[in-house]
């Protein structure tokens, strides 16, 4: 049974690359949520280590294959409170396995839940992603994406694991991810009661206009 203090947030990882700076953004990210209190709890999802089979029709069946591969997944998100999707910028896109990742939430694991958008750039890009993953992301899932988001540019250099900031770039990074973690934390809190009312969830509905 869920406690009034319990809050649980999922990270996504949508890099392919192993090891990537996305993934060592997301540790630091989940790190960060860890050590702010008592009665948090984290699943982090790196879609390199647990790379996701792509979306086909078999998942409206609930195929045997994708209750295996997809089912762990998506009770884990399914008892999160909000998410944080760490992607980085590819050809200025949001990566494939972000997309599929994506796509295999439209069956409801995470309505009605907050989402924190960070995108990551080796250089000065790194706006593209957002933009995408507001725009159309949100239609079937029914994520719901807060005012904020970060974005980590010249990754290399900021966020570095058991490193004090680099500079005065990484420290106001690591101010500004501590902000809107927290401003997640609170819609994830305030949102938890809004998906137990009646009336946020019609079958016929389910798919976005």
Known sequence: MMTQDRLKLAFVIGSHRTPSQSAKVGRFAQNQFLQGGPGREAFYL??????????????WNN???WQTTWGPVARELTDADGLVLVTPEWGGMATPAMKNFLLLCSEG???HRPVLIIS????????YPVAELRMSSGKNSHLCFIPEHVIVRNVSQVLNDGAAPGNDEDLYLRERMFYASNVLIEYARAMKPLRARSGMFEKRFRYGM
Do not use: K, Y
Request: aromatic residues 4%; proline residues 7%; charged residues 20%.
């Open 63 to 65: 195929a045997e294959s």
């Open 109 to 111: 694991c995470v309505r």
């Open 46 to 59: 790196d879609l390199t280590e647990t790379p996701l089979p792509l979306w086909d029709e078999g998942v």
């Open 120 to 127: 990551v750039s080796s250089g000065m890009g790194g706006s």
